[in-house]
T-cell receptor, first 114, second 113 residues
């Protein structure tokens, strides 16, 4: 099955700087890669996703890049703000018909230092 | 606003008790999932369901069962709770299809004493 590795496990950045979180996946047939943000006391919330036929996607201060050859994808947050502090999870889904499951990384705790 | 609602935010149960965790979604989603979240281990899939009365094992089904009698409701059952089942439990739902993400509930933090 799919295996997703996520690094780093913790990340601290100064407010205003950029943050990058990286994930690798094992199944070359995976075709959908979402990112989730989990704030304290809440469930994870989808913040951005990318399909395998796209190399990069942006939404305001966040962007995701995908390198299918290397089987890795990354989350980029620019101009970080205190409200970006949270745990972030990457995930991947295979392309097999009926395979609706997401496999998640182990999470990155991002702390924005004021 | 679309929602996945988990019936309890916090639960404390005794070892050996039968525990029911309830999840309801109002989005008419076909797929529903139960995950367990532990520090350093991320989100691990316990069971999932593609349709009413249908269930499939995830990665860590041992000690758990599920029930889906109605499309909107997916229950996780701990037949005989043990201390190693102390964890955060997250329910999620999604539409059918490769490019749909999940909508998660807020989680149930279960402590087994």
């Amino acid at each position: 099955g799919e295996n997703v590795e996520q690094h780093p496990s913790t990340l601290s950045v100064q407010e205003g700087d950029s943050a990058v979180i990286k994930c690798t996946y094992s199944d070359s047939a995976s075709n959908y890669f979402p990112w989730y943000k989990q704030e304290l006391g809440k469930g994870p919330q989808l913040i951005i996703d990318i399909r395998s036929n796209v190399g990069e996607k942006k939404d305001q201060r966040i962007a995701v890049t995908l390198n299918k050859t290397a089987k890795h994808f990354s989350l980029h947050i620019t101009e970080t703000q205190p409200e970006d502090s949270a745990v972030y999870f990457c995930a991947a889904r295979g392309s097999n018909f009926g395979n609706e499951k997401l496999t998640f990384g182990t999470g990155t705790r991002l702390t924005i230092i004021p | 606003d679309v929602k996945v609602t988990q019936s309890s935010r916090y639960l404390v149960k005794r070892t050996g008790e039968k525990v029911f965790l309830e999840c309801v979604q109002d989005m008419d989603h076909e797929n529903m999932f139960w995950y367990r979240q532990d520090p350093g281990l991320g989100l691990r899939l316990i069971y999932f369901s593609y349709d009413v009365k249908m269930k499939e094992k995830g990665d860590i089904p041992e000690g758990y069962s599920v029930s889906r009698e109605k499309k909107e409701r997916f229950s996780l059952i701990l037949e005989s709770a043990s201390t190693n089942q102390t964890s955060m439990y997250l329910c999620a739902s999604s539409l059918v299809g490769s490019f749909y993400g999940y909508t998660f509930g807020s989680g149930t933090r279960l402590t087994v004493v």
